[in-house]
């Protein structure tokens, strides 16, 4: 009996680890022939500390976790190891910021095509878990 319940709250346990992290509003940017990177964002929300460490998908050579900040009027490009998903705080990747960058697209990426790209999360236990999400290619809208 005692064994039992143990491993019952280990499986409860496990199961709310894998809900920790919410990823809403994700979208690819669409990109034009001979553009061989695009940019993917989203919105990372998690209920206790969490990290993502990395990203892939099949439609481009690889993914980077980029920041971009205008310094100067010059916008710089930084990429980071991993980003921080502090607990109840949602990041946002979005365009002017923090993005995904796909390196080496393997086609261009068309206007309500959908993409898939796997995200390699870190719980504060240090815990990893991959996420597969599929996210909608949308025509880049400018802000004026
Ligand atoms: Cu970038």
Same mark, same amino acid.
């Given at each position: 009996?005692?064994?039992?319940? %143990?491993?019952?709250?280990?499986?409860?346990?496990?199961?709310?680890?894998?809900?920790?992290?919410? %990823?809403?509003?994700?979208?690819?940017?669409?990109?034009?022939?001979?553009?061989?990177?695009?940019?993917?964002?989203?919105?990372?929300?998690?209920?206790?500390?969490?990290?993502?460490?990395?990203?892939?998908?099949?439609?481009?050579?690889?993914? #980077?976790?980029?920041?971009?900040?205008?310094?100067?009027?010059?916008? +710089?490009?930084?990429?980071?190891?991993?980003? *921080?998903? *502090?607990?109840? +705080? *949602?990041?946002?990747? #979005?365009?002017?910021?923090?993005? =995904?960058?796909?390196?080496?697209?393997?086609?261009?990426?068309?206007?309500?095509?959908?993409?898939?790209?796997? =995200?390699?999360?870190?719980?504060?236990?240090?815990?990893?878990?991959?996420?597969?999400?599929?996210?909608?290619? +949308?025509?880049?809208?400018?802000? #004026?």
């Amino acid at each position: 009996m005692h064994n039992l319940a %143990i491993s019952l709250v280990l499986v409860a346990w496990s199961l709310a680890a894998q809900a920790g992290v919410g %990823i809403t509003d994700s979208w690819a940017r669409a990109t034009v022939a001979g553009q061989d990177v695009g940019a993917a964002y989203m919105t990372l929300n998690s209920t206790s500390d969490a990290t993502l460490v990395s990203a892939t998908s099949p439609v481009s050579t690889s993914v #980077e976790i980029h920041s971009m900040t205008m310094d100067n009027g010059i916008m +710089k490009m930084r990429m980071l190891d991993s980003l *921080p998903i *502090p607990a109840g +705080k *949602p990041v946002k990747l #979005e365009p002017t910021g923090l993005h =995904l960058m796909l390196l080496g697209l393997k086609k261009p990426l068309k206007a309500g095509d959908k993409i898939e790209i796997s =995200l390699t999360l870190k719980d504060k236990l240090g815990k990893q878990e991959i996420r597969k999400i599929s996210l909608p290619v +949308k025509a880049d809208v400018q802000k #004026e």
